[in-house]
């Protein structure tokens, strides 16, 4: 009897331990799960508070972009050196924004970092193109957070054709600066006559083109049509006539 009973507390014993994962709700022979970090935040223009999209987000081997909403997300594994509070590295870039670099430390958790970003490059905010006897005056109002000062070019090309020969050539000029409205803003104008010695007419038709640089090397450009109705355009400002 005593033996009967011993075989059926050894028996008993073993289905203990045979299925003890399941009291326990973990598995025995499975390794300790990696620790993490969730980094996610907001990246938004500084001037502007819009957010920006498609920025290319790094965060040591990580890589990431923003969505639509300028929002990033990145699960991130810890290794010793971020268990021994190893500030990490992150590298922010995007199209004509200055490219921005920061530290921080991580740990096991959810981490919230945003960031503003400086928009480089310079921004054509009204472009009007309107006939005045036999010239044509186009003016630009242009914006550049770095200051208007450090434009270092804006240019207007117009398409030329000769009728009598069916050739054409393109006229780019220098639009000269006319007046600063702040810092960050100002004025600039071009003039061209309709028609040049030789027969060459100003093509209405076809696109003209301006194009600013500023001393960093980031440019804008912009193409307009010209149209009847721009007869009727109110130009930014008092055309400074030749």
Known sequence: M???ILYLLLFLLSLVLLHCDRFTGADLDSQPPEESATIHGLI?????????AKADVTIETYQTQSDGHGEYLVVYLLRDDEILN???????TAPNYLPLSDQFQVFPTRIEQNYQLDYAAPIIR???YV???SLMVC???MVDYQGIHTLSSVNASFKYDNPST???FWLEIEMDFIEALSDTSGYYQAVIRKILSGEWILDLKSDYH??????SGYQVSQSRKYSSGQLSDTLLFPPVLP
């Open 2 to 4: 005593r033996k009967q």
């Open 44 to 52: 938004t223009n500084t001037f502007t508070g819009s957010p920006v």
């Open 86 to 92: 190893k500030p990490v590295r992150l590298q922010i």
């Open 126 to 128: 009204r472009n009007v």
């Open 131 to 133: 006939s005045i006897e």
């Open 139 to 141: 003016q630009v109002k």
């Open 166 to 168: 069916y050739e054409h």
């Open 210 to 215: 301006i194009e600013a640089t500023d001393n």
